[in-house]
C-alpha cells in the first residue's frame, strides 16, 4: 500500500512568489492535514480537510491556504513568499478525522 | 488550548540498553489519544506507537512501550535493547477525540534527540 506523497521534494523561491504543494494520501483515507516545522517553532497545524470541506485551521495568516479534491488529494497554497516561511511542510493523511495520522516526506521550502 | 512539554531536548543512550523518553501534557478533554512519532534524519515522521485515553493499559509495540499516567497527565516513551536505528528525533503528540478545532489536529511537544551509541 503506497503511503502518503509529496511533491516536490525540494522548493527554492523569492520573496513575494507564490508556491503551491501537493499531497497525494493513503488510498481510502479522506482525512488531511498539513504542518509547518520549522527550528524555532517546532510542528504547527496548519490545516485539516474532510471530504474536500476545510474542517480546521491553524493560527497562520490568510496567506496561507488549502483544497482537497474529490479523489483526497490536497494542495496547500502560500502567497506573497516571506523568509519566514521557510520550512518544512509536512502533510498527514488519517482514515477519518481523528484516527492515527501517516506522514509524508515532506517538502522542504526555502524562500530567498 | 492543549500543550505538549518535552522537557529533554537530548537523550543518549548505549545500544542495547534502555532509554525513557518524558511527555508531559495539559488537556481540559477526557477523550484524546496520545503519539509518539519518531523522525529520522531523512525527516518523515513515523508513528511509533499510540494510546488511547480510555484504556488503563500502557500500550506496548515489541521494543517499545509507554508509561500513561492519566491522572499525572505524563506519557513517557520506554524503548528497549536500543538500536542504531532507533537514533532520531523524537516527538510525543497529542489529538482531541472531538470536533470543533480538534479536527485533524495534532499538538505536538519540542522533540527529544535521541542518540544511540554503539
Known amino acids: 500500500k503506497a503511503g502518503v506523497t509529496q511533491t516536490p521534494r525540494y522548493l527554492i523561491k523569492t520573496r513575494g512568489q507564490q508556491v503551491t504543494l501537493s499531497c497525494s494520501p493513503i488510498?481510502?483515507?479522506?482525512?488531511v492535514s498539513w504542518y509547518q516545522q520549522t527550528p524555532g517553532q517546532g510542528l504547527q497545524f496548519l490545516f485539516e480537510?474532510?471530504?474536500?470541506?476545510?474542517?480546521n485551521k491553524g493560527n497562520f495568516p490568510g496567506r496561507f491556504s488549502g483544497r482537497q479534491f474529490s479523489n483526497s488529494r490536497s494542495e496547500m497554497n502560500v502567497s506573497t513568499l516571506e523568509l519566514g516561511d521557510s520550512a518544512l511542510y509536512l502533510c498527514?493523511?488519517?482514515?477519518?478525522?481523528?484516527?492515527?495520522?501517516?506522514f509524508g516526506q515532506g517538502t522542504r521550502l526555502t524562500v530567498v | 488550548a492543549q500543550t505538549v512539554t518535552q522537557s529533554q531536548p537530548e537523550m543518549s543512550v548505549q545500544e542495547a540498553e534502555t532509554v525513557t523518553l518524558s511527555c508531559t501534557y495539559d488537556?481540559?478533554?477526557?477523550?484524546?489519544?496520545l503519539f509518539w512519532y519518531k523522525q529520522p534524519p531523512s525527516r518523515q515522521m513515523i508513528l511509533v506507537i499510540r494510546q488511547e485515553a480510555y484504556k488503563q493499559q500502557n500500550a506496548t509495540e515489541n521494543r517499545f512501550s509507554v508509561n500513561f499516567q492519566k491522572a499525572a497527565k505524563s506519557f513517557s516513551l520506554k524503548i528497549s535493547d536500543s538500536q542504531l536505528g532507533d537514533a532520531a528525533m523524537y516527538f510525543c503528540?497529542?489529538?482531541?477525540?472531538?470536533?470543533?478545532?480538534?479536527?485533524?489536529?495534532?499538538?505536538f511537544g519540542q522533540g527529544t534527540i535521541l542518540t544511540v551509541h554503539p
Open positions: 503528540a497529542y489529538r482531541a477525540n472531538a470536533g470543533g478545532t480538534s479536527y485533524g489536529k495534532l499538538t
Open positions: 498527514a493523511s488519517s482514515l477519518k478525522t481523528n484516527t492515527e495520522a501517516f
Open positions: 488510498s481510502g483515507h479522506r482525512s
Open positions: 488537556t481540559s478533554e477526557s477523550d484524546y489519544y
Open positions: 480537510y474532510f471530504s474536500e470541506t476545510q474542517r
